[in-house]
């Protein structure tokens, strides 16, 4: 079940492969950033997705210092690995560091990501690192993949995933604990659902 699209940003949920983890392979401009690993803790996902949402669900003006998605991973990037020598004295590392996207825990550990917001588009820029993680001071490999969208097309993904997510961690819960009938609004384990 693919949410989005592969070739700009994609959530595709395998439900049926791990009955106590989700997983989803993720995609940005065409890269699958997650194949090493895309099994994640459902209470985990459920929290990311929502704190992506929170994030994007209205326009918001791009972040200072931007300037196209590539160059602006790369400042931001740099910023991330102490390579503050090649940053402008504007400081537009740190303020394009906080555009990261797709902190999600162990399954994205090797992705480095960014979101960058821009009125009603978003454009996202990311690289897989090779090996666990590119060493700090070291140069890029490649040009990071690059895709943008639609501010509400990648809202309509995260709520769309998001869905699934509660959805899927509430049967998992339930079969866990042999109760049913867990998604009712409350606490799931640690996971509150409105």
């Known amino acids: 079940m693919l949410f989005g699209s592969r070739t700009g940003f994609g959530l595709e949920f ?3 492969q791990d009955p106590g983890l989700l997983c989803v392979d993720v995609f940005v401009g065409r ?3 997650n ?3 895309n099994a994640f803790y459902p209470p985990l996902l459920v929290k990311k997705l929502k704190d992506e949402l929170g994030r994007f669900r209205a ?6 210092g931007y300037t196209s998605p590539s160059e602006s991973f790369r400042v931001a990037e740099s910023w991330m690995h102490d390579d503050a020598g090649s940053e402008p004295e504007s400081g537009a590392g740190e303020v394009l560091a906080r555009c990261v996207f ?5 399954c994205t550990d090797d992705v480095m990501a960014f979101a960058f917001p821009e009125g009603d588009r978003v454009h996202l820029a990311c690289r897989v690192r090779e090996g666990g993680g590119a060493a700090p001071g070291t140069e890029a490999r490649d040009e990071p993949a690059v895709a943008s969208l ?7 993904t995260l709520e769309r995933a998001l869905v699934v ?8 819960l339930a079969a866990l604990t042999g109760r049913s009938g867990m998604h009712d609004g409350g606490d799931v384990s640690g ?3 409105p």
């Open 102 to 106: 797709l902190d999600w825990g162990e």
């Open 31 to 33: 890269l699958h950033v």
């Open 59 to 64: 326009p918001t003006a791009p972040p200072a």
């Open 14 to 16: 395998h439900v049926e």
């Open 35 to 37: 194949a090493r690993d």
């Open 165 to 172: 997510a509660e959805r899927e961690w509430s049967v998992r």
């Open 150 to 156: 639609g501010r509400t097309v990648l809202v309509e």
């Open 191 to 193: 996971v509150h659902t």
